[in-house]
């Protein structure tokens, strides 16, 4: 069992700052001060959650923060992962580039035309990533490595093996 987490003994300056922020019209802000609060009057973590109906790690957090970084703890962090994990390394870049330019219909695609979700579909399914990924994340990576990319325009093709043949044909 984990030993209980309490937030430290609280000025008076502290305390005050936690009651006016009960009055916050920002609801993180009002949130932390309710579980400081309630912690410097003795009650669990558990206890703090079920009253103010959160999780118990939202209130450990809570005392936590509060701990290390006193009352800036109560304006919230940034909510931006602080690691990304690319998705494809150097080589899948290039066999990403190198796919962009076959045709969808080699890999069993009813299109002829890339969208970057249907690129994102077949990277992964090729095996260019372990897990799958979304279009903004191929748009991103291509980005990232100065490579453009354009929206897919639609051109008139049939399967016609003399197609090209009769359409020069019927132009001239």
């Known amino acids: 069992m984990r030993k209980p987490i309490f937030v430290r003994e609280l000025s008076s300056t502290e305390r005050e700052a936690l009651t006016n922020g009960l009055r916050s019209s920002d609801a ?13 009057a003795g009650q669990r973590a558990s206890e703090i959650a079920r009253n103010l109906h959160c999780n118990d790690q939202t209130v450990r957090n809570a005392l936590q923060a509060f701990n290390a970084r006193d009352l800036a703890a109560l304006t919230p962090g940034s909510s931006r ?3 990304i994990h690319r998705a494809f ?11 962009l330019h076959k045709s969808p219909r080699l890999f069993d695609k009813p ?11 077949v990277a992964f399914e090729q095996g260019l990533t372990s897990t799958p990924v979304s279009g903004e994340t191929i748009r991103a990576t291509l980005k990232q ?5 354009r929206r897919a325009k639609h051109w008139i093709t049939s399967p016609d093996p003399e197609y090209v043949a009769k359409k020069t044909d019927a132009t001239d």
């Not at 993180?28 to 912690?39: N, V």
């Not at 299109?111 to 579909?121: G, P, V, Y």
């Open 89 to 99: 390394d150097d080589a899948g870049v290039e066999q990403l580039r190198a796919l």
């Open 111 to 121: 299109t002829s035309l890339w969208t970057l979700d249907l690129a994102a579909e």
């Open 28 to 40: 993180f802000t009002m949130r932390r001060c309710q579980i400081l609060l309630a912690s410097a």
């Open 81 to 83: 992962p602080k690691t």
């Open 145 to 149: 490595r100065k490579i453009s990319w």
